[in-house]
T-cell receptor, first 111, second 113 residues
């Protein structure tokens, strides 16, 4: 069974700061997902990665398959970025057998 | 893309009763999943909802407790049976598209008293 570890568990930062959230996993995967969960519980998929790096707006996600590690970066952070960020891994077919989730990083951006 | 709706969005139920959660997708999808998120915990896969056949359950989850229906490629239900306070969780429906993109429903927040 894959163990997915995220760090930090909680992060409070000031508006404008550069944010990094880390994710490591124990078993080889077919893809890694970064998800955002808002207080109401709804989840939005931010990125799906199988190699390299992806960028969307102020969000950047990287993955190192050999080291079994991924990072999510937020540049010029804003209070609206406050949410729980979850790393999840897929073992086959990009997630066709479901995902294994980390416990999430609770991010608060203060104005 | 896929847009998913769930009903109800939240409910408060009494111990020993059952609740059926509905998941509707705006397009046909092959892969549909049900997850549970207990308070302060990560999401855990309950089962894969298979169209036209029995769901495939993960270790620790059984059909008698969490019966699932998948009558077609756009709809599924999850029933939480004989509820106890330990069943208080957010229940989420998720789909995977042909491009391996993951989409999640808004969740059903269940409180059992």
């Amino acid at each position: 069974k894959n163990e997915v570890e995220q760090s930090p568990q909680n992060l409070t930062a000031q508006e404008g700061e550069f944010i990094t959230i880390n994710c490591s996993y124990s078993v080889g995967i077919s893809a890694l997902h970064w998800l955002q969960q808002h207080p109401g519980g709804g989840i939005v998929s931010l990125f799906m990665l199988s190699s390299g790096k992806k960028k969307h707006g102020r969000l950047i996600a990287t993955i190192n398959i050999q080291e079994k590690h991924s990072s999510l970066h937020i540049t010029a952070s804003h209070p609206r970025d406050s949410a729980v960020y979850i790393c999840a891994v897929a073992h086959s077919g990009g997630g066709t057998d479901g995902l294994t989730f980390g416990k999430g990083t609770h991010l608060i951006i203060q104005p | 893309s896929a847009v998913i709706s769930q009903k109800p969005s939240r409910d408060i139920c009494q111990r020993g009763t059952s609740l059926t959660i509905q998941c509707q997708v705006d397009s046909q999808v092959t892969m549909m999943f049900w997850y549970r998120q207990q308070p302060g915990q990560s999401l855990t896969l309950i089962a894969t909802a298979n169209q036209g056949s029995e769901a495939t359950y993960e270790s620790g989850f059984v059909i008698d407790k969490f019966p699932i229906s998948r009558p077609n490629l756009t709809f599924s239900t999850l029933t939480v049976s004989n509820m106890s306070p330990e069943d208080s969780s957010i229940y989420l429906c998720s789909v995977v598209t042909g491009l391996y993109e993951q989409y999640f429903g808004p969740g059903t927040r269940l409180t059992v008293t």
